[in-house]
């Protein structure tokens, strides 16, 4: 007869070899996008796309990722790499705050010879324009005839006067562009060196 005992070992064997068969095996991705494998899912993944593997097969329960998350993170994750690129190419351009100052009084240079030169050149029109005014003044009081000439050189002065202005305008704000950038990269530099912030002070360059 079959010793009883060897019967029992060999229905325990049985029985741990159709449980490990029969064991659930699931398929799911952490938040950093890489596979894993298992017979449990971890709690905080439970949301995220999974699959379960019966004898080697995928099988049913699968939800979708969401994508505006994992777009979010790949943004932040680019802007992160931007900032840090930024840093860099700082700390790698300049070694003082004095060079930074060189560098933005340099950029300026040709910002402020246009506002110098559009201002010049205002000041010139607008007085050209005055004479136009007057003399149609002084031909309006005396009844005398405006000539079609004048009218034209009142609104040709008009118009130099008005796109010189609008030049002038915008260099003025180019250069107050460039001299915030120039305090903003001061500022930064200035934190990379583990220094207090320094007050804004960014005389022109003339």
Known sequence: MIDSRLLVGAAALCAAISMNVEA????????????????????????RDTQKLEKGRITD???????????????????????????????????????????????????EARINSFTT?????????????????????????IPQSLTDDIAAAESRVAKLQKDLDNSQKESAAVKARYETEKQRFRQLKGLEPSPASAPAAK
């Open 24 to 47: 659930k095996l699931f398929k799911w991705v952490d938040k950093n996008g890489q596979t894993h494998y298992g017979e449990t899912i971890p709690p905080e993944y439970a949301d």
């Open 121 to 145: 050149l205002i000041q010139s029109a607008q007085t050209s324009l005055n004479d136009l005014h007057q003399e149609n003044a002084v031909r309006t009081k005396q009844g005398r005839e």
């Open 61 to 111: 329960r699968s939800e979708t990722f969401d994508t505006k998350k994992v777009d979010a993170a790949k943004v932040e994750t680019a802007e992160q790499k931007e900032a840090r690129r930024r840093d860099e190419a700082l700390m790698n351009s300049f070694t003082t705050e004095k060079e930074i100052d060189l560098a933005r009084d340099r950029a300026l240079l040709q910002v």
